[in-house]
């Protein structure tokens, strides 16, 4: 059970580094899109 519980722990985690890294590139780019005037 324990080895179960640090598993879904560090998969929670590695979501959420996933999240913000994608989070960063998506902010990143609607920067880029917005100083070009492209929207």
């Not at 179960?4 to 990143?28: D, G, Q």
Request: aromatic share 8%; glycine share 6%.
């Amino acid at each position: 059970m324990k080895f179960s519980e640090s598993r879904s722990n560090n998969t929670m985690k590695t979501i959420k580094v996933l999240i913000l890294v994608i989070a960063s590139i998506v902010s990143f780019v609607f920067g880029a899109m917005t100083e070009r005037g492209a929207l």
